[in-house]
T-cell receptor, first 109, second 116 residues
Framework: GQNIDQPTEMTATEGAIVQINCTYQTSGFNGLFWYQQHAGEAPTFLSY??LDGLEEKGRFSSFLSRSKGYSYLLLKELQMKDSASYLC??????????WGAGTKLIIKP | GAVVSQHPSWVICKSGTSVKIECRSL??????MFWYRQFPKQSLMLMATSNEGSKATYEQGVEKDKFLINHASLTLSTLTVTSAHPEDSSFYICSAGEGTDYNEQFFGPGTRLTVL
């Protein structure tokens, strides 16, 4: 079966750095996405990785290792507004998105 | 970037009535649209994949006669929840892919349905 694993909840301090991990087992691979979702809102796109390595975009970076079925989202200089759920999703061989359950990130002052 | 809209943003209806939710791609043609349902504190659950001009493909466990999907044009897909019941209360989100190599899905803002 297809499976995406990520931690349920993480807590970090404002100004610090946090890494949210995601491991996956899917039928084929056509890319991995990270989305941010605030409570009551639709997800918003953060990053897309299809090749191994690190993609940096401002305070957010995303890393992918296809051989290990592993990705992480790195958030730097955390701000209170970063408190949200972070969803990892993998596009399988049929280009269908397989979603993780999401990681709720709590930022404390 | 590409914009997807949904209407209505929220709706409250009585049990037994039907509710239609619209999903529009505003500045691109969406060959494929996806309908998701999200219960509180849970991840997105794909309900169906909608292709313009053809029947939708429903995920296992989703009743196609209850959740009617119509993708009549390249910019509009509709989801109709027929004979809604309180257990259908949820956050319904659509997303749209551009072209056939839809590496990124663009999400609508979602519709919160409450069935009394």
């Amino acid at each position: 079966g297809q499976n995406i694993d990520q931690p349920t909840e993480m807590t970090a301090t404002e100004g610090a750095i946090v890494q949210i991990n995601c491991t996956y087992q899917t039928s084929g691979f056509n890319g991995l996405f990270w989305y941010q979702q605030h409570a009551g809102e639709a997800p918003t796109f953060l990053s897309y990785n299809v090749l191994d390595g690190l993609e940096e975009k401002g305070r957010f970076s995303s890393f992918l290792s296809r051989s290990k079925g592993y990705s992480y989202l790195l958030l730097k200089e955390l701000q209170m507004k970063d408190s949200a759920s972070y969803l990892c999703a993998v596009q399988d061989s049929n280009y269908q998105l397989i979603w993780g359950a999401g990681t709720k990130l709590i930022i404390k002052p | 970037g590409a914009v997807v809209s949904q209407h209505p943003s929220w709706v409250i209806c009585k049990s037994g009535t039907s509710v239609k939710i619209e999903c529009r791609s505003l500045d691109f043609q969406a060959t494929t649209m996806f309908w998701y349902r999200q219960f509180p504190k849970q991840s997105l659950m794909l309900m169906a994949t909608s292709n313009e001009g053809s029947k939708a493909t429903y995920e296992q466990g989703v009743e196609k006669d209850k959740f009617l999907i119509n993708h009549a044009s390249l910019t509009l897909s509709t989801l109709t929840v027929t004979s809604a019941h309180p257990e259908d209360s949820s956050f319904y989100i659509c997303s749209a892919g551009e072209g056939t190599d839809y590496n990124e899905q663009f999400f609508g803002p979602g519709t919160r349905l409450t069935v009394l």
